[in-house]
């Protein structure tokens, strides 16, 4: 089923999605992709006489994160004076999710607190076994290798291991719970729920506390001694733990002042939050163990309306690792090439997307016609981009660590791009067959640094061959594609010119500077693209335009994308950063910044109420819209905020 | 007269063999329950000559209403405005809607349609079927599945009959005969034993069994679901219920064993073996 989150938190252990009322909608251990252990997972009060589930429509909720940390604050009130406030956070170091329930009320009431969950553990209905430990206090539900346990202070009174979809309803854990009191089933198999309870006697104006740990292992003895450790710990502390965990990595940032909107302070708020949020949140997204990173958390897991998105893409993943590195994590590019030079074909390509862990992942990819060669173009791109920011023995030692997996690319891409227009391929969007200009430049922008790269490892003829060749494909991509209304082509399928107006052209200026600002013509070219996009493909909403795909985008309603938009703002940016070294650009330089940051705050606007960026945004109510959060969404503001920084710098009165 | 408001009568393919130079009209009658309106509206038609070609009642609708749903053919369009002013002056009657039959067609059912406090709808038994034919097909433990979705309606059915009658472990079985009536699902035989709470029920000419084709094993537990809620739910215990032959299995009717459901779990259950 699919079920977008609106919060998302973890450490680097596990990955949990939420909706807006602190219901679960995915657990993610112990990779970022893989396995999600939850279908159903939150609480329910039993109140004269009927169970109030925490996400039904009776609550009103909010929810925000405590600002720059990972942890989410939920609040529901309820009609009849129940107030409930969820902190949600992960443990420092341990796979434990920390679920701090504060439940409060106007009116004396007496029923029952339950913390029901329908788990598939290792993405498993089938052949689930659960066990209530009593003497514990642990409930524990496993397959293979994957234990989920569920704890809590004050410990349980009471729990079912039910039948969750059998003709035995009654031990049913759900329907169990109708009476407000629990069977106690000690253990069962099969396709299970569970649920624990509390006694919730509660005097009107009073409060209680209920604290429920999730935690997770791959032994059932580690999850015991987790487990057991654990509880002895003050939920406060582990609270501080996390919160100064996240604070203190995120000092590790290279700092935004953003003096350029010194006069639009709320602005300057939001966008400096929106920093921090995009940053906490790619590293939510990362696979600290092997350097990928997922482009967004899993939501369509049964690919109903989509391919799926909780999987590593090269061209995803190099414009975040970029976007950290530019941000002051370098690391993250570090662990990202080990991660490529593992996974890169024999051909010297890499696949369309993998597992976290480097295995191929499902794909309609899987021949040389339904490749895409933008990743492997985009990947040699970002490796010399992080070449060119280290000093020394370390560069020494990355070029010598990089230099099997450069060649092999660039030879490649040299394949691929025999007469100067790569070879059909599928475009960026992974739904058109065809020749690109998106494709083309990034092909150009990877023979280029790999035609560096080669310079410096002193393989002057390979590196003449392939800066020879990434001028050639820039050359024929203009010839061939470039159309007299003042853009490029979407495509060439079948000999034909495609006039379709797409946004992805801007790959041409960024990231792939195939079209430089500092050559008149270029320039010329940039402006007559972000002209044509702009008035082409603007969808208004939210106050404002954002920017779709491509015309007659039929893709989950042809709504307006984060990505396009922050994509057309970073090239305003860009632009606006090339153009300020010139006398008498002042008013020029100001106009595209100024757009810039209308864009930049659309996206913002189009954000879920916890900051999250999504991949689009509902063209007709404004709604953040399917992947949420999408790091590639993530990797833009942070590109976009660090080209207004760059901005800010050097100008006397910091603005422009 | 017509489409006033959002409810209407609508066509429901029951072709009108009357006077073929009439109209077929359709009336639907709201009143107070409490008032002896239906009473009065009977009088009120027979004393206009009106001659009904269908109709119905239905006394559970919200606060108290009841509608009286009565098709017929009048000659003459101007006295269909008649008839409506007649209906309206009837002590009770709270409001009188009516319409001209398009197609000759015989308007049988209201829109939209409730049945038991909630929106209804009319379809195929064949519509059904194709539902719970997908569902076993591709879906884990499809039994489980039917049983708790029949389970859920079954509750809530008894929860609903509860609120608009007197019902009780007395005469719950005996609606419950009725309501499988009233929505065509099948004819109810019940051999229950009140002091233990178990029996069998017999469905006679099941919906699902009807429509489904032959099969190795029991296809009703949807109904046994329903049966399993419906009987929780008024007499307040656990009740399980399964079917033990069905007439899609080549037997003449389908029957379904109904008992107290055990405590907890039992081993038998995690082994299979059968439900003691």
Same mark, same amino acid.
């Given at each position: 089923?699919?079920?977008?989150?609106?919060?998302?938190?973890?450490?680097?252990?596990?990955?949990?999605?939420?909706?807006?009322?602190?219901?679960?909608?995915?657990?993610?251990?112990?990779?970022?992709?893989?396995?999600?252990?939850?279908?159903?997972?939150?609480?329910?009060?039993?109140?004269?006489?009927?169970?109030?589930?925490?996400?039904?429509?009776?609550?009103?909720?909010?929810?925000?994160?405590?600002?720059?940390?990972?942890?989410?604050?939920?609040?529901?009130?309820?009609?009849?004076?129940?107030?409930?406030?969820?902190?949600?956070?992960?443990?420092?170091?341990?796979?434990?999710?920390?679920?701090?329930?504060?439940?409060?009320?106007?009116?004396?009431?007496?029923?029952?607190?339950?913390?029901?969950?329908?788990?598939?553990?290792?993405?498993?209905?089938?052949?689930?076994?659960?066990?209530?430990?009593?003497?514990?206090?642990?409930?524990?539900?496993?397959?293979?290798?994957?234990?989920?346990?569920?704890?809590?202070?004050?410990?349980?009174?009471?729990?079912?291991?039910?039948?969750?979809?059998?003709?035995?309803?009654?031990?049913?854990?759900?329907?169990?719970?109708?009476?407000?009191?629990?069977?106690?089933?000690?253990?069962?198999?099969?396709?299970?729920?569970?649920?624990?309870?509390?006694?919730?006697?509660?005097?009107?104006?009073?409060?209680?506390?209920?604290?429920?740990?999730?935690?997770?292992?791959?032994?059932?003895?580690?999850?015991?001694?987790?487990?057991?450790?654990?509880?002895?710990?003050?939920?406060?502390?582990?609270?501080?733990?996390?919160?100064?965990?996240?604070?203190?990595?995120?000092?590790?940032?290279?700092?935004?002042?953003?003096?350029?909107?010194?006069?639009?302070?709320?602005?300057?708020?939001?966008?400096?939050?929106?920093?921090?949020?995009?940053?906490?949140?790619?590293?939510?997204?990362?696979?600290?163990?092997?350097?990928?990173?997922?482009?967004?958390?899993?939501?369509?897991?049964?690919?109903?309306?989509?391919?799926?998105?909780?999987?590593?893409?090269?061209?995803?993943?190099?414009?975040?690792?970029?976007?950290?590195?530019?941000?002051?994590?370098?690391?993250?590019?570090?662990?990202?090439?080990?991660?490529?030079?593992?996974?890169?074909?024999?051909?010297?390509?890499?696949?369309?997307?993998?597992?976290?862990?480097?295995?191929?992942?499902?794909?309609?990819?899987?021949?040389?016609?339904?490749?895409?060669?933008?990743?492997?173009?985009?990947?040699?791109?970002?490796?010399?981009?992080?070449?060119?920011?280290?000093?020394?023995?370390?560069?020494?030692?990355?070029?010598?660590?990089?230099?099997?997996?450069?060649?092999?690319?660039?030879?490649?891409?040299?394949?691929?791009?025999?007469?100067?227009?790569?070879?059909?391929?599928?475009?960026?969007?992974?739904?058109?067959?065809?020749?690109?200009?998106?494709?083309?430049?990034?092909?150009?922008?990877?023979?280029?640094?790999?035609?560096?790269?080669?310079?410096?490892?002193?393989?002057?003829?390979?590196?003449?061959?392939?800066?020879?060749?990434?001028?050639?494909?820039?050359?024929?991509?203009?010839?061939?594609?470039?159309?007299?209304?003042?853009?490029?082509?979407?495509?060439?399928?079948?000999?034909?010119?495609?006039?379709?107006?797409?946004?992805?052209?801007?790959?041409?200026?960024?990231?792939?500077?195939?079209?430089?600002?500092?050559?008149?013509?270029?320039?010329?070219?940039?402006?007559?693209?972000?002209?044509?996009?702009?008035?082409?493909?603007?969808?208004?909403?939210?106050?404002?335009?954002?920017?779709?795909?491509?015309?007659?985008?039929?893709?989950?309603?042809?709504?307006?994308?984060?990505?396009?938009?922050?994509?057309?703002?970073?090239?305003?940016?860009?632009?606006?950063?090339?153009?300020?070294?010139?006398?008498?650009?002042?008013?020029?330089?100001?106009?595209?910044?100024?757009?810039?940051?209308?864009?930049?705050?659309?996206?913002?606007?189009?954000?879920?109420?916890?900051?999250?960026?999504?991949?689009?945004?509902?063209?007709?109510?404004?709604?953040?819209?399917?992947?949420?959060?999408?790091?590639?969404?993530?990797?833009?503001?942070?590109?976009?905020?660090?080209?207004?920084?760059?901005?800010?710098?050097?100008?006397?009165?910091?603005?422009? | 007269?017509?489409?006033?408001?959002?409810?209407?009568?609508?066509?429901?393919?029951?072709?009108?063999?009357?006077?073929?130079?009439?109209?077929?009209?359709?009336?639907?009658?709201?009143?107070?329950?409490?008032?002896?309106?239906?009473?009065?509206?009977?009088?009120?038609?027979?004393?206009?000559?009106?001659?009904?070609?269908?109709?119905?009642?239905?006394?559970?609708?919200?606060?108290?209403?009841?509608?009286?749903?009565?098709?017929?053919?009048?000659? %003459?369009? $101007?006295? &269909?405005?008649?008839?409506?002013?007649? *209906?309206?002056?009837? @002590?009770?009657?709270? !409001?009188?809607?009516?319409?001209?039959?398009?197609?000759?067609?015989?308007?049988?059912?209201?829109?939209?349609?409730?049945?038991?406090? %909630?929106? $209804?709808? &009319?379809?195929?038994?064949?519509?059904? *079927?194709?539902?719970? @034919?997908?569902?076993? !097909?591709?879906?884990?433990?499809?039994?489980?599945?039917?049983?708790?979705?029949?389970l859920k309606g079954g509750k809530g059915a008894a929860k609903y009959v509860k609120g608009i009658m007197p019902a009780d472990r007395n005469?719950?079985?005996?609606?419950?005969?009725?309501?499988?009536?009233?929505?065509?699902?099948?004819?109810?035989?019940?051999?229950?034993?009140?002091?233990?709470?178990?029996?069998?029920?017999?469905?006679?000419?099941?919906?699902?069994?009807?429509?489904?084709?032959?099969?190795?094993?029991?296809?009703?537990?949807?109904?046994?679901?329903?049966?399993?809620?419906?009987?929780?739910?008024?007499?307040?215990?656990?009740?399980?219920?399964?079917?033990?032959?069905?007439?899609?299995?080549?037997?003449?009717?389908?029957?379904?064993?109904?008992?107290?459901?055990?405590?907890?779990?039992?081993?038998?259950?995690?082994?299979?073996?059968?439900?003691?």
């Open positions: 089923m699919i079920r977008q989150p609106n919060v998302i938190l973890g450490n680097g252990k596990v990955l949990v999605t939420m909706g807006k009322k602190g219901e679960l909608l995915g657990f993610f251990y112990p990779r970022r992709d893989y396995a999600q252990h939850v279908e159903e997972s939150l609480a329910c009060l039993h109140i004269n006489n009927r169970l109030i589930w925490t996400n039904n429509p009776e609550w009103y909720s909010t929810q925000h994160y405590l600002e720059d940390t990972n942890i989410v604050i939920t609040e529901l009130v309820h009609g009849t004076g129940i107030k409930i406030t969820i902190q949600d956070f992960t443990h420092q170091k341990a796979s434990v999710m920390v679920r701090k329930y504060t439940i409060s009320t106007e009116r004396d009431i007496n029923g029952t607190f339950f913390y029901y969950s329908n788990l598939s553990v290792g993405e498993m209905h089938k052949k689930n076994s659960a066990f209530c430990d009593p003497d514990a206090r642990l409930l524990v539900q496993y397959w293979q290798d994957n234990y989920i346990g569920i704890m809590a202070d004050p410990p349980f009174q009471e729990w079912q291991v039910g039948k969750a979809m059998d003709t035995i309803w009654w031990t049913n854990a759900r329907y169990d719970m109708e009476d407000g009191r629990l069977q106690n089933n000690k253990e069962d198999i099969g396709y299970l729920n569970t649920v624990v309870g509390w006694d919730l006697d509660l005097k009107a104006g009073k409060s209680k506390e209920i604290t429920v740990f999730i935690g997770a292992s791959q032994k059932r003895t580690l999850l015991y001694k987790m487990m057991l450790e654990l509880i002895q710990e003050p939920v406060d502390n582990m609270f501080e733990d996390s919160k100064e965990d996240r604070i203190r990595w995120l000092s590790k940032k290279n700092m935004v002042k953003l003096s350029v909107l010194d006069d639009m302070p709320e602005t300057k708020q939001q966008i400096r939050e929106a920093f921090n949020r995009s940053l906490l949140t790619l590293d939510l997204l990362n696979d600290p163990l092997h350097g990928s990173f997922v482009a967004a958390p899993e939501f369509d897991h049964d690919f109903e309306m989509c391919g799926g998105y909780g999987y590593c893409w090269n061209r995803d993943v190099s414009e975040v690792a970029v976007s950290l590195l530019n941000a002051g994590y370098p690391e993250y590019c570090d662990m990202f090439f080990r991660w490529c030079r593992r996974t890169q074909l024999s051909d010297g390509s890499w696949f369309q997307r993998y597992w976290l862990d480097g295995n191929t992942a499902p794909s309609w990819g899987n021949f040389d016609h339904s490749t895409q060669i933008d990743e492997t173009g985009a990947t040699l791109h970002v490796m010399y981009t992080y070449y060119l920011t280290l000093k020394g023995l370390q560069r020494a030692e990355f070029l010598e660590s990089i230099w099997i997996t450069v060649l092999t690319g660039a030879e490649y891409l040299m394949k691929r791009t025999l007469g100067g227009l790569h070879e059909p391929c599928l475009d960026i969007w992974e739904t058109y067959d065809g020749v690109f200009a998106y494709t083309s430049a990034a092909a150009y922008a990877g023979l280029k640094g790999a035609a560096h790269i080669a310079r410096a490892y002193r393989e002057m003829g390979l590196s003449s061959r392939w800066f020879e060749r990434a001028e050639l494909v820039k050359s024929t991509t203009i010839e061939k594609m470039w159309l007299k209304e003042g853009y490029f082509a979407k495509r060439i399928a079948d000999g034909k010119l495609d006039p379709t107006v797409e946004s992805s052209m801007l790959g041409t200026f960024v990231p792939f500077n195939m079209l430089s600002p500092k050559d008149p013509q270029e320039r010329k070219m940039i402006y007559s693209m972000m002209n044509i996009i702009e008035s082409r493909l603007s969808v208004n909403v939210n106050g404002h335009h954002g920017i779709k795909r491509y015309e007659n985008d039929k893709y989950i309603e042809g709504n307006p994308w984060v990505v396009t938009t922050l994509w057309l703002s970073k090239a305003m940016l860009t632009l606006a950063h090339s153009l300020r070294s010139e006398p008498g650009t002042e008013a020029e330089v100001s106009r595209l910044v100024q757009g810039s940051v209308k864009y930049i705050m659309w996206a913002l606007k189009g954000a879920t109420s916890t900051g999250m960026l999504p991949e689009q945004v509902d063209k007709q109510k404004g709604y953040p819209a399917w992947a949420i959060p999408l790091g590639w969404s993530c990797a833009l503001m942070i590109d976009n905020i660090l080209l207004l920084e760059t901005l800010s710098e050097g100008t006397e009165d910091g603005k422009i | 007269m017509g489409e006033k408001g959002v409810t209407m009568v609508r066509d429901l393919y029951m072709f009108s063999r009357g006077d073929e130079n009439a109209h077929v009209v359709w009336f639907s009658i709201t009143y107070h329950t409490d008032m002896g309106a239906e009473a009065n509206i009977n009088s009120v038609l027979t004393e206009i000559g009106v001659k009904l070609k269908f109709a119905y009642l239905d006394n559970t609708e919200p606060n108290g209403q009841g509608k009286y749903v009565l098709f017929t053919e009048v000659k %003459e369009e $101007a006295q &269909i405005e008649t008839i409506n002013e007649m *209906l309206r002056k009837i @002590k009770g009657v709270t !409001e009188v809607e009516s319409g001209i039959s398009g197609n000759r067609m015989i308007h049988t059912v209201d829109f939209p349609l409730n049945f038991l406090g %909630e929106r $209804a709808v &009319i379809t195929r038994s064949r519509t059904i *079927l194709d539902i719970l @034919k997908i569902i076993r !097909e591709n879906v884990i433990q499809p039994d489980g599945l039917l049983l708790l979705s029949g005469n719950c079985m005996a609606i419950l005969r009725e309501l499988f009536l009233a929505s065509g699902w099948g004819k109810l035989e019940m051999d229950f034993d009140r002091d233990t709470c178990s029996g069998k029920v017999r469905v006679r000419d099941s919906f699902i069994a009807d429509a489904y084709g032959p099969s190795d094993l029991p296809v009703c537990g949807y109904i046994s679901g329903f049966i399993a809620g419906y009987m929780t739910e008024m007499m307040g215990y656990t009740f399980q219920v399964r079917e033990v032959s069905c007439k899609s299995m080549g037997n003449a009717v389908c029957e379904h064993l109904v008992s107290i459901a055990p405590e907890g779990v039992n081993l038998e259950h995690i082994m299979k073996e059968g439900i003691k």
